[in-house]
């Protein structure tokens, strides 16, 4: 269970308030049944429980001191994870960090609030903190062809041809190989920058939404999360593939202080290697980890969710970009998402007037679902954007940024369609909402400018709707509220 992530506002006493339109997301449908996905699922532990107490005991403590304090917290999360895990706190104060320091599983490392313990990392180039550690992807096991005709997105049922090589409980992928006949449908196949061809997905390129096996009945296999990419045979011959997730690290946060970089990155060109580190990484398998209450200054990419990390919660975290920004190779994110069951809830991007971002991106082929809920923006621009090749199952909820799920085109390396099954629900700032030809995004009580080249599905255009926030309806509805 969240705390309640939305407060009503009221500009006008009750009696006189009009009540906004009520839309009732389960019928929100396309002519083949491709719905909204269900976004509840997102999160440290898919939301079904809350972050762990910021009041429960440390397990070690450490005050400022001077010089480089890399080793010493290194040493301290070192020895807190090897007597079974707990809490590394800091006092308030100022701690120099000469390296990056990395979290281990079941350990977390608290402050003693944004301002009040400082983390202060001196190279750009490396990572401040990092949770997790490298682990190998898994092999797939035998894959079996998924025998529906269309699967729409929010489906929790598929059929196979055997189901006699799953069992409950099984991890396994949905997935599809890119076709060219999908990619020509979608209009990518003639992408041209610069008198060069450009490549928005090649054939056999895997479109996957990992999941697990809840029930089988026959042929019919019943998964933990509805999809939320569609499943086409006319265009794509889908698979359900099994796997064995490689032993993951768990149960890591970071919490209550600052972290800021000097001299700073932010703003610099993207290419400057100098700059390339990030305050936060998450790497690949991770899963059931936060970050709470932490202010982050002076980064390019300030935080980085790789690869099949999953049900990682960001909670209150603000970006702060201090300098100007150099667009010369385009602009940084500071918050990238490719895993997936990503929450990122009361978060935000502040900058200097003339500072430019992404504050929120997902990468190529990232699965669904993930959220963003009551983003803030602050800054001369700010877009949160899916960025590039067939994303699919992101919620904006409640955000003053603009949001745009669009078709890239050209831009980067053939971006392309970015996102497929985005919502956008009550966005208060600009906004553009494109449709793929063999998808849907949608916007529902979108209140701020919207570009001319909107062609997505639009409900309730200019009114705030009612429920305020989509995912806390979905996650009240699954009963995990």
Known sequence: MLPRILCAVLALPAALAAAPPNVDWKSLKTSRGDGLPDFSFAGYHASNGPLPSTNRAATTSLSPASGDQTKRIQDALNKVFSGGGGVVALAAGDY????????????SLRGAGPGKTI??????????????TKVSDPKPGTAVAITDKYVPVGAIEITVKSASGFKVGQSVYVQRAVTDKWVRANGMDDLVRDGKPQTWLKPGDL????????????????????????LNADYMSPQLVP??????????????????????????????????????????????????SISLTGFNNAVNINPNASQIT?????????HATDNGAGYAADIGISGYQVLVVHSGTKGDSDAKS???????????????VGHFAQQADMQIQPHAHWAHGLLVDNS?????????????????????????????????????????????GMRGSKDKETNGSVVAEGKEVSPVSLFEQQLSERGAA
């Open 400 to 444: 003053t940024a603009t949001t745009t799920l669009i078709n890239r085109g050209t831009a980067g390396s053939g971006h392309g369609w970015a996102i497929n099954s985005g919502v956008a629900w009550n966005v208060v700032g600009d906004w553009e909402v494109q449709s793929p030809p063999l998808g849907t995004n949608w916007g529902v």
């Open 314 to 322: 960001l909670q209150s975290v603000s970006i702060h970009r201090d």
């Open 207 to 230: 479109v996957q939404q990992p999941r697990t096996i809840t029930a089988i009945s026959g042929s019919a296999i019943t998964l933990s999360i509805p999809l939320t990419d569609t």
């Open 119 to 132: 983390l202060l990392p001196t190279d750009g180039s490396k990572t401040t903190v990092t949770m997790g």
């Open 96 to 107: 120099e960090l000469s390296a990056g320091l990395t979290i281990p599983k079941n350990t």
């Open 358 to 372: 992404f504050p929120i991106v997902t990468q190529g082929l990232t699965p669904g679902p993930n959220a963003v």
């Open 243 to 292: 796997f064995t997730p490689p032993t993951a690290d768990s149960e890591m946060g970071l919490e209550s202080l600052s972290i800021t970089l000097s001299p700073s990155c932010s703003g610099r060109i993207i290419t400057d290697h100098s700059c390339k580190g990030s305050a936060l990484m998450i790497l690949p398998w991770s899963t059931n980890s936060y970050a709470r």
